[in-house]
């Protein structure tokens, strides 16, 4: 039994005349009454009485008609469920992310996916960048949001939104009254930085661009968030260097400049499992490029996988 038995069986029950359902399929009558017998050989049973004049579902026949409306039913839905998949429009997607992101345009993104897909199951996660690695090798991620250009084996990273570092002082500090600070003047401040087992590559970033300037920082105090570095920051304990959405959070006691020194490979970087072919994945990471397309190009010498 094929598909196209049911499709001429619905349509002669619907007419109960086999002329005007022949014209309906477009094809000749003698074949439809052929197609139509055969169906009942098949089952073993009448589906249709026929006269000269009148043709009438059997009770087998009603049955059939009720049968077959749900099959299809049934098989539309698949399809368009199975297409919607394909597209990416129905699944789940489990995403990690710096917390620092939220301060970008990360939560419109967010926003815009929920939109667009709103069958699948948006899973978010604040992880550090080390605690993302992790996650997406174990495959309890699928897409991680981290603030450096790393390179690790099986993962594709590209930088989606530029970004530069600024620098945190408390409000009285004496550099505050400069318009931009020159790195080489921060030899003998104390740092609070983000520790280099949560985020190496950020850490390192900071740690080479100060000793590129002609000295190494002295790390005074290490925090994970970078709300609490600010804190830090605020409290008097040091100086920070921290993403320039930070300003976007608003901090008494704080005040941000920016750098003489560009830091590269600064921003934010997406970052999944090379060989992962997710249609939501791809959802979700064409959705990123589109929404920051405006946005100035990433700082040179990025990783790309």
Request: charged share 15%; with cysteine; hydrophobic share 40%.
């Amino acid at each position: 039994m094929e598909l196209r038995h049911l499709h001429y069986f619905i349509t002669v029950a619907e007419e109960l005349h086999f002329s005007r359902a022949a014209e309906r399929l477009h094809i000749s009558q003698p074949p439809l009454s052929q197609q139509i017998q055969n169906l009942e050989d098949e089952l073993g049973v009448k589906l249709f009485e026929r006269t000269k004049r009148q043709v009438h579902l059997t009770e087998a026949g009603k049955v059939f008609l009720e049968r077959c409306y749900l099959v299809l039913a049934q098989l539309e839905q698949a399809i368009a469920v199975t297409q919607q998949i394909g597209r990416g429009e129905v699944g789940q997607l489990a995403i990690s992310f710096v917390g620092t992101a939220m301060f970008t345009l990360l939560p419109e993104i967010f926003r815009v996916f929920r939109e667009q897909f709103p069958s699948v199951e948006l899973r978010l996660h604040e992880l550090t960048t080390a605690q993302q690695i992790q996650a997406l090798y174990d495959k309890q991620v699928d897409i991680g949001i981290v603030r450096s250009a790393i390179n690790e084996p099986g993962l594709s990273v590209e930088c989606f939104l530029p970004e530069s570092l600024v620098l945190a002082l408390p409000e009285t500090h004496p550099l505050s009254a400069q318009t931009q600070v020159a790195l080489s003047s921060l030899a003998n401040e104390s740092f609070i930085l983000f520790p280099a087992t949560m985020g190496p590559v950020f850490y390192e970033q900071i740690i080479g661009s100060c000793q590129q300037a002609g000295f190494r920082p002295k790390v005074a105090q290490e925090a994970v968030q970078m709300q609490t570095i600010v804190g830090l920051v605020a409290a008097g304990l040091g100086i920070a260097i921290v993403p320039a959405s930070l300003q976007n959070f608003p901090r008494s006691g704080v005040i941000y400049r920016p750098l003489k020194e560009e830091i590269s490979n600064t921003g934010l970087y997406l970052t999944w499992r090379q060989h992962d072919s997710s249609p939501v994945v791809r959802a979700f990471l064409n959705l990123a490029r589109r929404t920051t397309q405006g946005e100035s190009t990433c700082q040179p010498n990025q990783q790309s996988a």
